[in-house]
């Protein structure tokens, strides 16, 4: 997409609201970690917030440098964009993006959000089992070779969204499908876990997964209204529907708990909701409130079915990245072409169940699917590149005693004397205490609640 070359008009209040969504998607990555690490066991906390941190580092670069002109520089063949184009965006301040009333960094800087939490949501197939530096060089590699490109098939003018006509109005395609199937892709190169289906992998912190979860939450309405890039309607059509979706999955899920299980619970409102966002995603501009509610809870109760299919398949999606990214995205992306309505205005369609046919519906497949068999494909082949080279997974000793000291020589739940400070981590296992002693013996490691995994 080319700069714009009629005069338009800076907008300052769409300016305003575009830059507080990017602060609002950048959030949902700490979001992201905390509902992660809160799943996981005491020993791993430290390491899955780390693959989220690293991704907004690494990312950040990647996007600045040739990822903006991948994904958004002028369309080379309907599969990337020029390259160079805006190498290392490198822009006048004031100039802005396409038609659009809103400088090209504030863009850049909105898009940049969507590559990091994309790549930072594979993390959760391989909890507690994956080596740090092999998580790097799979997020470089998969953000070059993977989400550059599908952002731009999608959103960049490529063959999906501007050739085929498939919608994806905030990211059920170009973030959720294509994170849920690399997810899926990884959980089968690492393997199972030490000890899983057979050892009840129980979340060590409920609460901890809860506040992630309302940061998500939050975020989730600069995700989605803030993809319309203006202060309008179909801004506030997509944050109603952001809203009653999510409600509505959590609803959802819980029933499903309810009567699978005997019992609603925390974890499963949390996984609910987030099934809800992950559903609305790609359809929130184009469908009616009412069919958001609607939506929301067939994503809950669809995506709590489907988190069991881990154990009938055998793949260990640690925390259930495939169950409810890769399953609620696809119903989202699917919904445009049922209960979409152009009555909604915008660039929406009507789909199968207000008179359009099968048209749109069609279109909505052949997009979802695309992205899912190439993010799978090339994600399992790098995954098994790297295992194979300077290896992705940790040992089964270095799995038992914990990633968080294997990898990062530190602990989430330090209680020595020596902890505190930074590097305490690291000093307490060289065995330096904060005054240069040698520091008692560690506390034995917090007991897990015992609430419920999702699925």
């Known amino acids: 997409m080319l700069l714009a070359e009629d005069p338009v008009v800076l907008s ?16 949902m990555t700490p979001g992201l970690a ?52 805006y190498l290392g965006s490198n822009v006048p301040t004031d100039a802005l993006w396409g038609a659009l009333d809103i400088p090209v960094y504030v863009f850049i800087a909105f898009q940049m959000m969507f ?39 999608v959103w960049g003018g490529g063959w999906i ?24 892709a990884l959980a089968i190169v690492l393997g199972k876990r030490v000890g899983w289906p057979k050892d009840k992998f129980k979340p060590h912190n409920v609460p901890m997964v809860a506040l992630g979860a309302g940061l998500l939450w939050f975020g989730w309405f600069g995700f989605n209204a803030g993809s319309e890039l203006a202060a309008d309607g179909i801004a506030a059509l997509a944050f109603i529907n952001t809203q009653v979706a999510t409600a509505a999955a959590l609803v959802g899920w819980l029933i499903v708990e309810w009567i699978r299980d005997g019992k609603p619970t925390l974890l499963g409102a949390s996984s609910g909701a987030i099934a809800g966002l992950v559903a609305i995603t790609p359809a929130c501009a184009f469908i009616t409130p009412l069919g958001a509610v609607g939506l929301g809870i067939v994503a ?3 995506c709590a079915l489907a988190v069991s299919l881990k154990y009938k398949l055998g793949y260990d999606d640690s925390l259930d990245v495939v169950g409810v990214h890769l399953v ?47 993010s799978f494909v090339v994600a399992l082949i790098l995954g098994f590149l790297i295992d194979k080279t300077i290896g992705f997974r940790v040992s089964a000793d270095a799995e038992l005693e914990g990633v968080d000291v294997v990898e990062h020589a530190e602990s989430a739940y330090d209680t020595t004397p020596s902890g505190g ?35």
Not at 14 to 25: E, F, K, M, P, Q
Not at 329 to 358: E, K, N, P, Q, R
Not at 421 to 428: K, R, T, V
Not at 431 to 449: C, H, L, N, R, Y
Request: proline share 1%; hydrophobic share 55%.
């Open 12 to 27: 300052t209040g769409n300016t305003a609201w575009i830059l507080a969504s990017s602060a609002l998607v950048l959030l």
């Open 300 to 302: 809950g109760v669809v």
């Open 115 to 153: 590559a990091v939490i994309t790549v930072a949501l594979i993390s959760g197939a391989i909890a507690d089992r994956a080596k740090f530096v092999g998580w790097l060089v799979f997020a470089f590699a998969w953000a070059t070779l993977v989400y550059f490109p599908v952002a731009h098939w």
């Open 421 to 455: 400070g930074s590097g305490a981590g690291a000093f307490a296992l060289a065995g330096i205490g904060a005054a240069g002693k040698a520091p008692k013996a560690e506390v034995e490691e917090t007991a897990p609640v015992t609430e419920k995994v999702s699925g």
């Open 328 to 374: 609620g995205g696809l119903i989202g992306s699917l919904a445009i072409g049922l209960i979409g309505t152009a009555a909604v205005g915008g660039i929406a369609v009507d789909g199968l169940f207000y008179g359009g046919g099968f048209t749109q519906l069609g279109k909505q497949a052949i997009g979802s699917f695309a992205v899912l068999g190439y």
């Open 161 to 184: 969204g501007a050739k085929l006509g498939a919608l994806d109005f905030a990211g059920g395609t170009a973030v959720h499908i294509n994170a849920g199937a690399a997810a899926l």
């Open 34 to 85: 905390l509902f992660y690490g809160g799943m996981t066991k005491t020993k791993s906390v430290l390491n899955m917030f780390m693959m989220s941190f690293s991704a907004i580092g690494l990312v950040s670069i990647l996007w600045l440098v040739y990822g903006f002109s991948v994904a958004f520089g002028d369309d080379v063949n309907g599969f990337w964009g020029n390259a160079t184009q």
